[in-house]
């Protein structure tokens, strides 16, 4: 893999960041200045997500050290999602940004979603679902002005600019970029739906709690990395840029929010 260090002290004419997420049996990963998707590749396909990842990751710094481009922090998706997905992301983020001397900024995996979801699709509400298995759905219903798409897009690929959207999204002050999320029933998850669909939101959901009345699937060409990349700029507009202070956290600091205890938690809980 390209030496790390050699890699940061290289001459650079661009600052920029890199994004990831391993949300669920897959993933994706980014290379972004400002909300502008540089480079964007799917992670897992054909390979594990793990063992792809380190191969996308090569493929990404080798992609910004030909364009003498200088990362300046990483995002990650820190959940809720897939157990051994998001341990993989995070594990991989501390360990990246601790060779790298980077900050990171963590984002809620629906929220990024939500905000993918919007770069080609014009609603006011968002309705994101994940499948937490045994008949469970990690789910959260977002404004798009609480993400920072402050005026209804004039293109399916407007994006406000980076100077711009930190006050729409702090502005609300109902939402912020690591969250929120909710665990319910697979019968609540069927009603939302039906609601938000009757409200003309957009619905984002995972191919297995899919209906005819979601908008979006959460497919191998979804890449939820960018929304990522997306969120966490946005949150560094908003929030501050400070890397000793929110959002930023180090590598030290940064674990998965699970929202639920897996299954082997879940029958040593009950003995």
């Not at 493929?59 to 157990?83: H, N, Y």
């Not at 940004?97 to 968002?126: F, K």
């Not at 939820?224 to 966490?232: P, W």
Request: proline share 5%; with cysteine.
């Amino acid at each position: 893999m390209t030496n790390p260090s050699n890699f940061q002290n290289s001459t650079v004419s661009s600052t920029c960041h890199l994004a990831l997420e391993t949300i669920g049996k897959g993933g994706s990963i980014a290379v972004l200045c400002g909300e502008q998707s540089l480079w964007e590749r799917p992670v897992g396909g054909n390979r594990r997500a793990a063992a792809d990842l380190a191969v996308q990751l090569e493929d990404a710094l080798k992609f910004t050290r030909q364009k003498m481009i200088r990362l300046e922090m990483i995002s990650v998706a820190i959940g809720p999602g897939s157990f051994t997905g998001l341990r993989i992301a995070v594990t991989t983020v501390k360990t990246l940004a601790y060779a790298l001397a980077l900050p990171i900024i963590p984002v809620g995996s629906l929220s990024a979603i939500a905000i993918t979801g919007l770069l080609s699709q014009d609603a006011s509400r968002v309705l994101v679902g994940l499948n937490a298995y045994r008949g469970q759905v990690f789910a959260a219903e977002f404004d798009r002005d609480e993400l920072g798409f402050a005026e209804p897009a004039s293109s399916p690929t407007t994006v406000p600019a980076p100077e711009n959207v930190g006050i729409a999204a702090h502005g609300s002050g109902n939402v912020d970029f690591d969250g929120p999320a909710e665990l319910i029933d697979r019968t609540d998850w069927s009603a939302k739906v039906n609601q938000a669909a009757d409200r003309g939101a957009l619905v984002i959901a995972e191919p297995s709690i899919s209906c005819d009345r979601v908008s979006l699937t959460l497919d191998k060409n979804f890449l939820v990395a960018r929304g990522v990349g997306i969120a966490a700029w946005r949150r560094r507009i908003a929030e501050g840029h400070r890397t000793d202070k929110p959002p930023f956290v180090s590598a030290f600091e940064l674990t998965p929010r699970y929202l639920k205890l897996s299954a082997a938690e879940e029958k040593a809980a009950e003995r």
